[in-house]
């Protein structure tokens, strides 16, 4: 299986500041990595796929970047409204593999 | 607007049975690609299956943890995908979603508890 690591586990942010997450395959997964953001009793919603294609709706300061085994999400300029848990998925191989989530708080 | 409802989740006793069943609208459910994936109460994300459209012969893939006793299928005319769920164990306690990967539904909370 495709492991995916996820860093970091919890992250602390001002308003306005810009964010990274970075999610680290196992092996080379061709962009087939999608970004998703939870927030608490929800289901998870569709940021990012293809490692930098921005889903409809989704606002633009949230962007991903990344090739082969290393995948970044970007939120440039903190909301309140982006508080929650964000996760990787790899698409690549079956089984799809999931990264272990990043809590993401406002300070 | 795209639309998924996942029901039939509950409280069961290991080694019982459940099928879980969604209920889709907006899209063109016939050609999609359908998926299930299970968060546990410590709130991992863990892909269980898929089952892929007409056009690829409705394959089906599982994660290990699953495979053999979990079964999903579809009913393109009812727009609807199940996962039957049998030899359930406790660690197969959790919230169930239904997902197109792009939208997912509320989820089902299943409890495998005696």
């Known amino acids: 299986d495709i492991q995916m690591t996820q860093s970091p586990p919890s992250l602390s942010a001002s308003l306005g500041e810009t964010v990274s997450i970075e999610c680290r395959a196992s092996?080379?997964?061709?962009?087939?990595l999608a970004w998703y953001q939870q927030k608490s009793g929800k289901s998870p919603q569709l940021l990012i796929y293809?490692?930098?294609s921005l889903q409809d709706g989704v606002p633009s300061r949230f962007s991903g970047s990344g090739s082969g085994t290393q995948y970044s999400l970007k939120i440039s300029g903190m909301q309140p409204e982006d508080e929650g848990v964000y996760y990787c998925?790899?698409?690549?191989?079956?089984?799809?593999?999931f990264g272990s989530g990043t809590k993401l708080e406002i300070k | 607007e795209v639309q998924l409802v996942e029901t039939g989740g509950g409280l069961v006793q290991p080694g019982k049975s459940l099928k879980l069943t969604c209920a889709t609208s907006?899209?063109?459910?016939?050609?999609?690609?359908m998926h299930w994936v299970r968060q546990s109460p410590e709130k991992q994300l863990e892909w269980v299956a898929q089952?892929?459209?007409?056009?690829?012969?409705?394959?089906?893939y599982y994660a290990e943890s699953v495979k053999g006793r979990f079964t999903i299928s579809r009913d393109d005319s009812k727009s609807s995908v199940y996962l039957q769920m049998n030899s359930l164990k406790e660690e197969d306690t959790a919230i169930y979603y239904c997902?197109?990967?792009?939208?997912w539904g509320q989820g089902t909370l299943v409890t495998v508890s005696s």
């Open positions: 997902t197109l990967i792009s939208y």
């Open positions: 907006g899209f063109t459910f016939s050609n999609a690609w």
């Open positions: 089952i892929k459209a007409k056009s690829n012969n409705y394959a089906t």
């Open positions: 092996e080379d997964i061709y962009s087939n």
């Open positions: 293809y490692a930098s």
């Open positions: 998925l790899q698409g690549s191989k079956y089984p799809l593999t």
